[in-house]
């Protein structure tokens, strides 16, 4: 079946811009969370959704960051006013309902601030 | 909050062995992953572990010690294909059920 989807794959922007990420989870999968990679650096965690809870926001850098949720499915982040330190990979992942679950993460999207 | 530790980089030579460690320090835990991430691509799910022991799954094993905050990945029979960052996650439930907390990443490095 189909895997977690994002787009566009690649994204430049000048600084100070708004740009919008979206992810397509695998069907069925009621969580989602969003990470951040920079080069050469590990997953930072950024936001979560679960079902029809509130999301936790806690990893959010600032408030230029947000991200919503529709029905369930489809998940879109946006980050507004780009600084250069946004530029990053960002990465969506999706697994189903259980704390053991794992992560089924997508291909990423690769946004450069010029 | 949680502090995760594990090597920046390690070498070894195909057909050997390599054994990744990483230590953690949360105020809770639920459970520890390992994923594998190729150069350019998204990582993907090596293991979890949730129980003390080792958990083997073909050329891949997983340890979890929790008294100790520690785990490791052994890779037996390294492939050059084998080449890739290694990622440690721990889930905390006291912040929340669902997030991951990750590594820096170990690169391991397979040679002829």
């Known amino acids: 079946g189909a895997g977690v989807s994002q787009s566009p794959s690649n994204k430049v922007t000048e600084k100070g811009k708004d740009v919008e990420l979206r992810c397509d989870p695998i069907s069925g999968h009621t969580a989602l969370y969003w990470y951040r990679q920079s080069l050469g650096q590990g997953l930072e965690f950024l936001i979560y959704?679960?079902?029809?809870?509130?999301?936790?926001k806690s990893g959010l850098p600032s408030d230029r960051f947000s991200a919503e949720r529709t029905g369930g499915s489809v998940s879109t982040l946006t980050i507004q006013r780009t600084q250069q330190e946004d530029s990053a990979v960002y990465l969506c992942?999706?697994?189903?309902?259980?704390?053991?679950?794992?992560?089924?993460f997508g291909p990423g999207t690769r946004l450069t601030v010029l | 909050g949680q502090n995760i530790d594990q090597p920046t980089e390690m070498t070894a030579t195909e057909g050997a062995i390599v054994q990744i460690n990483c230590t953690y320090q949360?105020?809770?835990?639920?459970?520890l992953f390992w994923y594998q991430q190729h150069a350019g691509e998204a990582p993907t799910f090596l293991s979890y572990n949730v129980l003390d022991g080792l958990e083997e799954k073909g050329r891949f094993s997983s340890f979890l010690s929790r008294s100790k905050g520690y785990s490791y990945l052994l890779l037996k029979e390294l492939q050059m294909k084998d080449s890739a960052s290694y990622l440690c996650a721990v889930r905390d439930p006291t912040d929340s059920w669902g997030k991951l907390q990750f590594g820096a990443g170990t690169q391991v490095v397979v040679t002829p």
């Open positions: 959704f679960q079902g029809n809870s509130a999301p936790d």
């Open positions: 949360t105020s809770g835990f639920n459970g």
């Open positions: 992942a999706s697994s189903p309902v259980g704390t053991g679950d794992e992560q089924f």
